[in-house]
């Protein structure tokens, strides 16, 4: 849906070097991302994006991906609140930070979900890229 939007110059000139600066990028395309990411911090405050080698993913401010917190939360033994401490122990975090992912995960379970999935599709690539090596090297 078209909007017009009257950017500031010097916003409009930064807006520009910085697209040019991402292989692949437009103006519009960024600004139209950056829009987006401003507003899922501004609903979920704890949460920052960073990028990846996947692309951008939505993180702890203060420390690991949503999606890292969720695998570990989905492969933990135990349910509910001690599900929550497990993982807070597990990965050094405080309960408080562990809820921030999960609040994060119930707006946006389906694409945290596709980052799990990728994840592991990785790690199961290495694995085999490893395994091959040994087998080479034996």
Same mark, same amino acid.
């Given at each position: 849906m ?7 110059p ?14 692949g990028?437009?103006p ?7 829009? &987006? ?8 405050? &704890? #949460? ?15 420390g690991?991906d949503v999606? &890292?917190v ?15 401490g497990?993982?807070? &122990? ?5 309960e408080s930070a ?13 694409? #945290? ?23 080479l090297?034996?």
């Amino acid at each position: 849906m078209p909007l017009s939007v009257r950017f500031p110059p010097g916003v409009l000139d930064r807006l520009r070097r910085r697209a040019q600066s991402i292989p692949g990028s437009t103006p519009s395309g960024l600004a139209i991302r950056l829009m &987006e990411e401003g507003l899922r911090q501004a609903e979920h405050p &704890e #949460i920052v994006f960073k990028d990846r080698p996947t692309g951008r993913c939505a993180a702890l401010a203060f420390g690991p991906d949503v999606w &890292e917190v969720t695998k570990a939360l989905h492969e933990f033994d135990e349910r509910g609140p001690a599900a929550v401490g497990g993982t807070a &122990e597990l990965l050094g975090l405080t309960e408080s930070a562990v809820r921030v992912a999960i609040a994060y995960y119930a707006d946006y379970a389906d694409e #945290i979900d596709a980052e799990v999935d990728a994840a592991k599709a990785a790690s199961e690539a290495a694995e085999r890229a490893w395994l091959s090596e040994q087998r080479l090297l034996a």
